[in-house]
């Protein structure tokens, strides 16, 4: 463990750009055999730490041969991103954490894992997709030979495992631009909340039409596709995939546990701007990508506006109407949930919630969806709806 002191920090800050070579329980005899008997001052810390990684690459063939970076991005996450960060330094040639913002200290501690840094303009609205944007500049500046990009949300950690496999997939299928797996929620048992994330994430394996924020993309794909498109609030990476298929690039998912998810919601009031943002993200989508034959987010979109508006709207004309035996009409709500309870492949508990969550969360959907078109009327700017 080092000491600590203010001159080995200094050597360390400088390290951080080569991440795939220095290791933090290397880096006193790093200092004392490099710094001390060579650079004498005359060579300068960059020429140093390039000595060092000569060294390190050839006494350690496993990074030697490590060809991806990991993109971590955040915002006021704590130990989840301590955790994050700790699942791939040492294994990834390059971590790059992009911070939006955060006031708990999540810079210096990045830093000290020995994360390389980027800190978003707090005076341009922050997004994930910006965030992802400019990790993967910063990945292309430090690192432009590199062919893959593992892209991790501050909350997630990844599995011991799904790296590997992951290069090895996109090795042997050179037509598939980004390759996901299995996101698991950490504490499915602590909310109802946190639940409904872990069936959520529980999606087919094999060729898929999007991706999630946790993703394995390769490089030059990426950068042909112009990165993801920075305005969105959410829904990013699907609305990049739908372009990356357009060039002719596939999408995979795996049947391979690739993260652990902490939502951390345990209020009603978390789930309820999480289910706002989606709706604003479908709307979002459809007007970029509704036109066939992509139909993006389409159907999503008017199934929200028929279970969250159209139905209210009927009942009430024809409570005016006829009185309070419009009320029976509502009753389409129960039938719906029975519905998708009946259709659920889960234990009888973890249907029913996901049915009722299901047919509730059409309300806030269709809120999010009026944001949406407020602001393209008014040309207001889309802001993050954050949830924790």
Known sequence: MCPGNREQRRYLRWGKDFGRYHHRQQCCNWRKRCCDSRCAGQLGRRRCTRGYQAETAG??????????????????????????LESVVGRAALVVYVDSGSTDGSVPMARSVGS??????????????????QGFERVRQLAPDLPYVQFVDGDCEVVVGWLDAAVEFLDTHPDVAAVCGRRR???????????????EWNTPVGEAKACGGDVMMRADA????????????????PELCVRLRAAGWRIWRLDKEMTLHDAAMTRFGQWWKRTLRSGYAFAQGAALHGAPPERHWVRESRSTWFWGLVIPLVTLVVFLWIGTWAAALLLVYPLQVLRLFLRGRRSPRENFWRAAFLVLGKFPEMLGQVMFIFNRAFGNRSRLIEYK
């Open 222 to 237: 990426l950068a042909a596709a112009n990165g993801y498109r920075a305005s969105l609030i959410a829904g990013e990476e």
């Open 116 to 133: 390389e840094v980027v800190e978003l303009d707090t005076r341009i609205p922050f997004t994930a997709a910006r965030a992802r944007n």
């Open 59 to 84: 006494r350690d063939p496993a990074v030697k041969q490590t060809r991806f970076a990991v993109v971590a991005i955040g915002r006021n996450e704590g130990e989840r991103l301590r955790k994050c």
């Open 185 to 199: 929620e950490r504490h499915p048992e602590h909310s109802v909340y946190n639940l409904l994330c872990d069936i």
